[in-house]
């Protein structure tokens, strides 16, 4: 069964460093991997996402993730930290596609920027 | 567009009572999905439909729950009777469905539920 794990409940930084949300996943075929961000009181917003070729995957807002295999990790990061990037990030993975197939999503990193 | 549209936002009721959510997905999208989250379990699947028809149903957690969806542009979810554990937030979602469930699925603000 396919799974995704988001180690750290919460992630704090500073503004201008860079950031890194962890994600490792678990599936039986290829992955495809995706990562959403949630402002308070609002629904999930699509970031990016890998489902073939390059490795490093650039999304919206400055964001990118590292698809590696061998560590079966999708790490999300950016550069430089902005305040206004504070919300909940969830990472998600499915496995190869099928009639079934399903979107499994992390239990969610808070990040927190502090000025 | 408009985006994914939820009503209510907020639905306070009480325990035994028939709670309707509803959605409209993004016109054109042959996807909708509904979920729900909570502090405990997170984000959870309840249901899919492609195309107005219901896929895989097996998030649903019990036979108090039910969804529909009559048409492309309208679907609801029912909870009837409703119980304090139902409490939470409920998001629809819908994707296009150029690539299947790898399309990116736009969500809805959700429906925040408290059964007292």
């Known amino acids: 069964a396919q799974s995704v794990a988001q180690p750290e409940d919460q992630v704090n930084v500073a503004e201008g460093n860079p950031l890194t949300v962890k994600c490792t996943y678990s599936?039986?075929?290829?992955?495809?991997l995706f990562w959403y961000v949630q402002y308070p009181n609002r629904g999930l917003q699509f970031l990016l996402k890998?489902?073939?070729?390059?490795?490093l995957v650039k999304g919206s807002y400055g964001f990118e993730a590292e698809f590696n295999k061998s560590q079966t990790s999708f790490h999300l990061k950016k550069p430089s930290a902005l305040v206004s990037d504070s919300a909940l990030y969830f990472c998600?993975?499915?496995?190869?596609?099928?009639?079934?197939?399903?979107?499994?999503f992390g239990q969610g990193t808070t990040l927190q920027v502090k000025p | 567009d408009a985006g994914v549209i939820q009503s209510p936002r907020h639905e306070v009721t009480e325990m035994g009572q028939e709670v309707t959510l509803r959605c409209k997905p993004i016109s054109g999208h042959d996807y909708l999905f509904w979920y729900r989250q909570t502090m405990m379990r997170g984000l959870e699947l309840l249901i899919y439909?492609?195309?107005?028809?219901?896929?895989?149903d097996s998030g649903m957690p019990e036979d108090r729950f039910s969804a529909k969806m009559p048409n492309a542009s309208f679907s609801t979810l029912k909870i009837q009777p409703s119980e304090p554990r139902d409490s939470a937030v409920y998001f629809c979602a819908s994707s296009p469905g150029t690539v299947g469930l790898l399309d990116t699925q736009y969500f809805g603000p959700g429906t925040r539920l408290t059964v007292l």
């Open positions: 890998y489902i073939t070729g390059d490795n």
């Open positions: 998600a993975v499915r496995d190869e596609p099928g009639n079934t197939g399903k979107l499994i």
């Open positions: 439909f492609n195309n107005n028809v219901p896929i895989d």
């Open positions: 599936v039986s075929g290829n992955p495809y």
